[in-house]
T-cell receptor, first 116, second 111 residues
Framework: NAGVMQNPRHLVRRRGQEARLRCSPM?????VYWYRQLPEEGLKFMVY????????ESGMPKERFSAEFPKEGPSILRIQQVVRGDSAAYFC??????????????FGNGTRLTVT | EDKVVQSPLSLVVHEGDTVTLNCSYE??????LLWYKQEKKAPTFLFML????IEKKSGRLSSILDKKELSSILNITATQTGDSAIYLC???????????FGKGTRLSVIA
């Protein structure tokens, strides 16, 4: 049973370019979360999606950032016109639906974005 | 705003020592507290705690939740160099709502 798959592992972009980060959740998981991690910082929530729906995007900057989780295919986090401050590790996590209890999140290995 | 605070932020110990990592939380409609271990890559799940006073144990690691004090501790006994990692604490409220993470404790175990 494959875990959460993220690609690419490393991504280098010049200022002003676009970055696309992909995440395939664990088999059977219908909930996807994106987190950003800066050095010496914890994981900061960005966006929570289910298939074809954004449930909570309260942690995502309103400009330049967007996310989707289409019916078919991986979840995509898209950053347009990247700036140096976007350099970070971006982690995707997935969980199954379990009703009212919290589900432990299962994380991918992350994408390390470097903006030059 | 919900928040989770961990202490210490970093810790250096010798192999064989016992360590205690702390986590305090302010989470609206709190349901559970989770601990993760992060080495170079993905955070890996350690424990989920929902009931106060009940210790969860896995090998040399154990954790307990105190809902009255809004806190949790993670204990590691007889530490090994392989325990060196960042330990993350997260609080959650109901259902599948996003977890709120602390900044983590960076543990270094030296031989």
């Amino acid at each position: 049973n494959a875990g959460v798959m993220q690609n690419p592992r490393h991504l280098v972009r010049r200022r002003g370019q676009e970055a696309r980060l992909r995440c395939s959740p664990m088999k059977g998981h219908s909930h996807v979360y994106w987190y950003r991690q800066l050095p010496e910082e914890g994981l900061k929530f960005m966006v929570y999606l289910q298939k074809e729906n954004i449930i909570d995007e309260s942690g995502m900057p309103k400009e330049r950032f967007s996310a989707e989780f289409p019916k078919e295919g991986p979840s995509i986090l898209r950053i347009q016109q990247v700036v140096r401050g976007d350099s970070a590790a971006y982690f995707c996590a997935s969980s199954p639906y379990t009703g009212t209890e919290n589900s432990p999140l299962h994380f991918g290995n992350g994408t390390r974005l470097t903006v030059t | 705003e919900d928040k989770v605070v961990q202490s210490p932020l970093s810790l250096v110990v010798h192999e064989g020592d016992t360590v205690t990592l702390n986590c305090s939380y302010e989470v609206t409609n709190f349901r559970s507290l989770l601990w993760y271990k992060q080495e170079k890559k993905a955070p890996t799940f350690l424990f989920m705690l929902t009931s106060s006073g009940i210790e969860k144990k896995s090998g040399r690691l154990s954790s307990i939740l105190d809902k009255k004090e809004l806190s949790s501790i993670l204990n590691i006994t007889a530490t090994q160099t392989g325990d060196s990692a960042i330990y993350l604490c997260a609080g959650g409220n109901s259902g599948n709502t996003p977890l709120v993470f602390g900044k983590g404790t960076r543990l270094s175990v030296i031989a």
